[in-house]
């Protein structure tokens, strides 16, 4: 098991220099001159100039690229053009209430997913199960943007019960939550329903019912441990994009994470700060991964990593 961990966080090496060369590129890539953008309308060229030569970007993109890596090897991920901030310490501010959100909004969309995915299934073709579905069908289909929106309208514009955005209590996160676990509750409750229905045709299922035991006893200590490895697969991944739909739901919500702080360093051209913030993002993402694979031991006792 170590070694197989280990072997894991090694794979983080390719992965994050991937993510920091193609969001280098990319920004690059994007019409703009961050320069002319933090000295203002009313600077001269050389004003813009000395900024320029001050953060690098005079120099040949393989120069500033190289620049960034060795920094970011050693921890150093520059500082923020717009801010003029340790880009590090704005990631540490902002990650926290990024993950915060995320595990929120993922305990939502498992309660909820899990719930409807194992009601569907154990009553395959009823009216619950048709709603359900339908509802999931909805869920995957809503853009986190609309139903931020229309969230907003209906529970803070109307009925007043909770904020329209900000930080600071449990009621700020509730609507975001949500917005963002919406659709991932849809896609667990169709991975749970068809799992569930897939391990209910095994002999042992059927071994179980014809010795006794309770129905709720066949649903949740057999047939719903052997059917939570593929669903264990859908957390790992629902969590990893929900860093990335964060992006649409703190703009929405106006919230304080890490979503918010890239989608402002994209308009404001900040180069250290969007590639600081994919780092972060990539970096969560397989380490989330990681613990959906040591999960899989817990579960089904089998599954060894030697």
């Known amino acids: 098991m170590l070694s ?65 890596v060795g920094s970011a090897v050693r921890g150093d ?11 590090f310490t704005l990631l540490l501010q902002r990650l926290a209430f990024t993950l915060q959100l995320s595990l929120v909004s993922i305990l939502v969309a498992s309660a909820i997913g899990l719930v409807a995915g194992i009601i569907s299934s154990t009553r395959q073709y009823s009216a619950f199960d048709t709603a359900s579905m339908l509802g999931a069908l909805f869920g995957i289909s ?51 329903r068809a799992s569930m229905l897939e391990v209910a045709r095994q002999d042992y299922i059927r071994t179980a019912r014809a010795t006794g035991y309770r129905e709720s006893v066949v649903i949740f200590r057999h047939a ?13 991944l629902e969590f990893g994009y929900m860093l990335g739909g964060a992006v649409l739901t703190e703009t929405v919500f106006s919230l304080p994470g890490i979503g918010r702080l890239l989608v402002e360093g ?9 590639q600081g913030a994919m780092i972060a993002v990539a970096t969560t993402f397989v380490l989330v991964n990681l613990l959906t694979d040591v999960a899989y031991a817990f579960f089904d006792p089998r599954i060894r990593y030697e």
Do not use: C
């Not at 990319?26 to 060229?45: I, N, Q, R, Y």
């Not at 609309?146 to 907003?152: N, T």
């Not at 919406?182 to 409750?189: D, E, G, L, M, Q």
């Not at 441990?225 to 790992?236: C, D, R, S």
């Open 224 to 236: 719903l441990k052997n059917a939570m490895i593929p669903v264990l697969t859908v957390f790992g």
């Open 4 to 68: 197989y961990i280990l072997r894991r966080i090694l794979m983080l090496v390719p992965v994050l220099f991937g993510v920091t060369l193609i969001s280098f590129l990319l920004l690059h890539m994007v019409p703009g001159d961050p320069a002319e953008l933090l000295a203002g309308l009313e600077a001269t060229k050389e004003d813009v100039d000395r900024i320029r030569t001050e953060y690098g970007l005079d120099q040949p993109l393989a120069v500033q690229y190289l620049r960034f």
């Open 142 to 192: 809503m853009p986190i943007f609309w139903l931020g929106l229309l969230l907003i309208l209906v529970f803070a514009v109307r009925l007043h019960w909770l904020p329209s955005g900000g930080a600071g209590t449990l009621r700020h996160l509730i609507l975001p939550a949500i917005a963002l676990g919406s659709a991932s509750a849809a896609v667990i409750a169709r991975m749970t």
């Open 266 to 274: 994209i308009f404001a051209r900040d180069y250290p700060v969007v």
């Open 77 to 87: 991920l520059g500082i923020s053009i717009q801010s003029r901030h340790p880009v």
